[in-house]
């Protein structure tokens, strides 16, 4: 059983347009029981003077993860989620191609949640860390 709420890849890219997402290439790929994945292009908009992939855009990328998973396990009618907390580790550099998040859930509470954003190249190779935690707030009517 899946812990999104109808949850599909078109609905998740039709939240993207005029957003960060949209001006820098996120776009979601699947949907999956317990995760959602994301690519973004290693290029002009995302590197850092020296040709790498900029640390922030790796954070940018991981908070968009999050923050979509966390709104995905909620009734948006009723509540809306966002981020208290990130951090990254950044630990390999990617010159060009497209790198590829995986957001899962560690905890989905009632007030709160957090989730760990596993970013790697195309190769496979491990390039980032993240961990956000989320607050669920609930709309005022």
């Not at 040709?51 to 954070?59: C, D, E, P, Q, R």
């Not at 966390?70 to 497209?98: P, W």
């Not at 509470?109 to 980032?128: M, P």
Request: aromatic share 4%; glycine share 8%.
């Amino acid at each position: 059983m899946s812990i999104f709420k109808h949850v599909t890849v078109e609905a998740l890219n039709k939240w993207s347009p005029n957003t960060m997402a949209e001006n820098i290439g996120i776009e979601f790929t699947a949907v999956g029981e317990d995760y959602l994945e994301a690519k973004m292009p290693v290029d002009h908009r995302t590197h850092q003077p020296m040709g790498l992939l900029h640390g922030g855009a790796s954070v940018a990328l991981a908070e968009t993860m999050g923050s979509v998973a966390a709104m995905c396990c909620v009734d948006i009618t009723q509540q809306y989620c966002v981020g208290l907390e990130i951090n990254a580790n950044h630990i390999k550099s990617v010159r060009s191609g497209f790198v590829k998040g995986i957001v899962k859930a560690i905890h989905i509470g009632k007030k709160t949640q957090v989730w760990e954003i596993r970013i790697t190249s195309e190769e496979n190779q491990l390039v980032c860390v993240s961990r956000i935690t989320m607050a669920v707030l609930d709309r005022k009517n």
